[in-house]
Structure formats: structure tokens, C-alpha cells
């Protein structure tokens, strides 16, 4: 019986292992295959020329293969989101773990959950037929396209993730913490924001990660909302992202063209990367401390 159990014990743990691996090797495999088509054309326009480059004409007759401004707008617009969405879905979170009746629980919780599972694509009709148009009516400009719809758009599209992962991790904190810190005399509030939310600090900063994420990385609805033009960015003015400009142009480029896509393709690679290295570097710190 034991000969059996361990057999079974190690049966799975082999499968684990082979998941695992596979899982590390389609994430070399991307890198290795972005690097490789992505080298070449940042090699023909020139490091400095791609990266800082304020000019983005890719079918021009003299083209320009300047994408600053697509990594300042990915840049600005993904902040814009966090702040907005991080304090929004944490309080929520903290409200319907610890505050929130059943009943108002149980519709909340599907309606977060209806949230999450609506397609980018319809995110950004909605965005394209309400948003766009108030933000125009609202600051009398010429286009409401731009990147405040795009910021107000991913910040939205973020609260899901925030949102779920910020109450699996404050309700995985122990209740006697709890019971330990009413019983010093503190108020539920106070234990709530000075007992629960910070012993469940790693996993509510594992919930901002995946809105970094989700923010960077989306694509479809924020080019509906942004007016998808290689602007520098501004806030009530049309722009482009990293994740829109190979987006919109994939489909009919060729030559140096699609080559530099690619290396677009690449810097966000990297630049997502970064982001969750720098992010991690200082959730262990925290952690240490």
C-alpha cells in the first residue's frame, strides 16, 4: 500500500515537473524568438534613433522608426490606471471581506466576476459609444479619443484582478489576529486597516502586479478609446500604445516595417519584464523587513 501511495506521490509530482518545464520553456521559447526577429531591425534604425526617436512615420516616403512616444503613453497610461484602479479595487476588497452583509456580498461578487469575463472587445465599444463621446462633451475638445478614455478604460478592465485577489489574500489572514487586536480595544476598522491589510500585504501587492500587468498588456480596447495616433502623450489628446502600434499595423506591413514591429514587440517584452522584476525585488524587501 505504502509502495503504492509513493509510486502515485511520485507519478504526480513527475507530471508537476513536466507542466512546470513546459511552462518555462514556451517563456524561453518566445524570448529566444523575439530576440531574434526583433535584433535585426533595431540594429538598421539604430538603438538610440528607435528608442528615442519622437517620430513614428513607418509608411512614409522617408520612413521614421521613433517609438518615445509609445513608451511614454504606455508608461502614462498604465500609471493612470493604477492610480486609479488600485484604491478603487482595494477598498472594495477590504469592504466586501470584512464589511459587506451576505447579501450584498453575494451580488457584488458576480457582478466582479461578470466583470472579469466581459471580452476586451466589448470594453472597448462601450468606452467607443459612451466615454469618448462624454469626455468630448465634458471638456469641449475636438475628440474625446485619447488617453484619460484610455486611462479611464484600463482602469476599469483592472479592478477584477485587484479586486479577487486582494479578498483571497485578506481573508486568508488568521482570525485571531483579528480577535487579538478587538480585544486590545481596537475598533473593526482599525483592525481591519492596521491588523488584516497589512499581514496580507504580499498578496494584495500580487493583485496590483497582475493589474500592472493586464494594463500593459491589453490591446484591443485601448485602441478603440485612443484614437490610436503616434502622438507624444497628452492627456486629451489621441495616442498610441506599444501593445496598438503592432497591433494596428501588423496586418499589411513588410520589410524594415514589420521587422521594426517586432522590436516594438521586443521593448514591451522587456519593459514588462522590468516591471515585475522591480516589482518583486521590492515585495521581498518588504517581506525581509
Known sequence: MKNKNKLSENLIEGIFLILGLITVGCVL?????????????????????FLFGTTWASTASEPAYGILPFILTSIYGTAGA????????????????????????????????????IPSVVYGLVGMLILVPGIRTLFDIPDGA????????????????????????????????EDASLALGATPVETYFRVTVPAAKSGISAAVVLGVGRAIGEAMAVMMVS?????????????????TAVASEMAYSSGLQREALFSIALVLFFFIMLINATLNFFLKQNKKG
Open 227 to 243: 484614437g490610436n495616433v503616434p502622438n507624444m502623450p497628452s492627456l486629451f489628446q489621441s495616442v498610441r500604445f506599444l501593445t
Open 82 to 117: 493604477i492610480v486609479l484602479g488600485v484604491p478603487v479595487g482595494f477598498f472594495t476588497a477590504v469592504y466586501l471581506s470584512k464589511l459587506a452583509s451576505k447579501q450584498v456580498r453575494f451580488v457584488m461578487e458576480h457582478a466582479v466576476s461578470l466583470l472579469a469575463g
Open 29 to 49: 521559447l518566445i524570448t529566444v524568438y523575439l530576440i531574434i526577429t526583433g535584433i535585426p531591425a533595431i540594429k538598421k534604425i539604430g538603438l538610440i534613433d
Open 146 to 177: 485619447s488617453l484619460l478614455a484610455a486611462i479611464i478604460v484600463l482602469a476599469v478592465m483592472i479592478l477584477p484582478s485587484i479586486i479577487k485577489v486582494s479578498m483571497t489574500a485578506l481573508e486568508a489572514v488568521p482570525k485571531e489576529y
